[in-house]
């Protein structure tokens, strides 16, 4: 292949496979008892019914089933930023005998939702992670929601640990500050909730490569063959979709031999779906393929 054909075939990749796919989805909540006007003027009432949808989305991302205690706890901390997670609603009253129900269709951006799962520790179902944890000025609801946010993310408290190490401080009732260190690593915010403390402190944590590796499994996948570049930009494409069950997706190679051969890297805590989805949308096309499973790290 000369220069110039390596350019032009450089520049058709880029084209189709780099771009970054954001996923959106709607989901539909019926509101008893409510009016649009209601839920238009009371911001604690739009939090609440919105945290629902956030909740219904969360429970099809998990990998695994949620009691109804994490569930509380997972629409308390909602409550409290469904805002950021909502790309648009829209809304209709529906009117009954003697009652109206609003119902919400609403677009939630799930990228920025997964993500919060994975920096509560939620979406991993840990069992294994303990931390020595001190507290100042907490009171009775502080350690009530506190010791709910630690069986959400699914750690234990033992102060005889060395690491890792968290300190949350009260300041007032809508401010809290904390630090958290980790080997050679040390952060600190402060923030109007404790939720949100808790959040963005231990998102530095499970967002550490040698932290998410003890989870997440990579499967390479090689495949073919298609007939143009356009079948495996579709296929690419249905990867990308499938966000219930992969992390991520990355086109490693594409191999020119009596049609086109791609190889991937998939990212997933669940690689059985993975590999079971794989197995039957190739298999059924009569299509090529080699799986190979890494697990976690």
């Not at 033992?158 to 009732?173: A, C, G, V």
């Not at 967002?207 to 296929?235: C, D, H, M, Q, R």
Request: hydrophobic share 40%; charged share 20%.
């Amino acid at each position: 292949m000369n220069l110039i054909l390596k350019i032009k075939f450089f520049i058709i990749v880029s084209l189709l496979f780099t771009c970054s796919i954001s996923f959106s989805q709607d989901i539909r909540i019926e509101q008893q008892n409510c009016t649009s006007t209601q839920f238009n003027l009371n911001a604690t009432l739009r939090n609440k019914i919105l945290s629902k949808a956030l909740v219904k989305e969360a429970i099809k991302i998990i990998p695994y089933g949620l009691d109804q205690q994490k569930i509380d706890t997972l629409s308390q901390l909602f409550e409290d930023s469904s805002l950021k997670y909502v790309l648009s609603y829209k809304e209709h009253e529906q009117r009954n005998q003697n009652s109206t129900s609003l119902i919400l269709n609403v677009k939630l951006d799930i990228g920025a939702l997964k993500n919060t799962l994975i920096n509560l520790g939620l979406y991993f179902n840990s069992k294994d992670v303990t931390v020595c944890l001190k507290t100042e000025n907490f009171e009775e609801p502080d350690i009530n929601f506190l010791n709910s946010l630690l069986r959400l993310s699914g750690i234990s408290v033992d102060n005889n640990s060395i690491e890792p190490k968290l300190y949350i401080k009260k300041i007032k009732d809508t401010l809290y500050t904390g630090t958290f260190t980790y080997q050679d690593h040390y952060w600190a915010a402060t923030k109007k909730s404790l939720g949100e403390l808790w959040e963005t402190l231990w998102s530095n944590y499970f967002n550490l490569p040698e932290i998410k590796n003890k989870f997440f499994s990579k499967i390479i996948l090689s495949a073919g063959p298609w007939v143009t570049l356009t079948g495996v930009k579709g296929f690419n494409k249905t990867l990308q979709g499938k966000k219930q069950f992969l992390e991520g997706v990355k086109l490693i190679s594409l191999t020119f031999s009596q049609g086109i051969f791609g190889k991937w890297e998939i990212v997933t805590i669940k690689p059985n779906a993975v590999t079971t989805f794989l197995n039957n949308y190739l298999g059924a096309r009569g299509m090529e393929f080699n799986i190979q499973v890494l697990p976690p790290q």
